[in-house]
């Protein structure tokens, strides 16, 4: 259990610097994700299941695609088919699937050969504790972030726009001179 916690700790940590040092930012997001998956195999590792299911759907999933939507809306031009011809590669795919491939291998391992220690300082949530917990003394939290995200998309759909720039007839520029 120890080896594979140490395994998923050093995917988890070469994942987030390869987030740091990537210039592209889908690169970057690729590595985020596996850092993310890796980071839900220590909550299961540490007795926590629905946080580790949670973090693979809400922050791998449904987050990320929020962030790839901006980043990909943010790059619009002529260049935009030549990059994403770039980034189909396979050479980038490869080391955030290798890694991710470590992880889920971990992640299955642990699902189908161990049982969970029963330990009486371990807590079980369920969906509905988290709901309660959210909605009623978080509620107010929890609405500032959907407004903070909403605020984001919108601020990254009006930088994306390109404006054309309408000038009165008499101003435009002529080259008769």
């Known amino acids: 259990m120890d080896t594979i916690f140490y395994i998923t700790a050093a995917v988890s940590v070469f994942a987030t610097l390869m987030v740091i040092t990537r210039h592209n930012p889908v690169h970057a997001l690729l590595y985020l994700i596996v850092s993310l998956l890796s980071l839900s195999v220590i909550f299961y590792l540490l007795g926590a ?9 809400i922050y791998a999933g449904a987050i990320m695609v929020l962030f790839i939507f901006v980043i990909m809306l943010l790059n619009l031009g002529k260049e935009t088919a030549k990059q994403e011809k770039e980034w189909l590669k396979p050479r ?6 290798f890694l991710s491939l470590i992880v889920f291998a971990e992640l299955f391992y642990l699902i189908y050969t161990s049982v969970p220690e029963t330990n ?4 079980t949530v369920d969906s509905k504790m988290v709901a309660v917990s959210l909605f009623k003394p978080y509620i107010l939290a929890v609405e500032l972030a959907a ?5 984001g998309v919108v601020g990254a759909a009006h930088i994306g726009q390109h404006k054309k720039s309408n000038l009165h007839r008499f101003l435009k520029e002529t080259d008769d001179l």
């Open 49 to 57: 299941p629905f946080a580790a299911l949670l973090e693979i759907i």
């Open 147 to 151: 407004m903070l995200l909403m605020a």
């Open 92 to 97: 980038i795919w490869v080391g955030p699937a």
């Open 120 to 123: 009486s300082a371990i807590q």
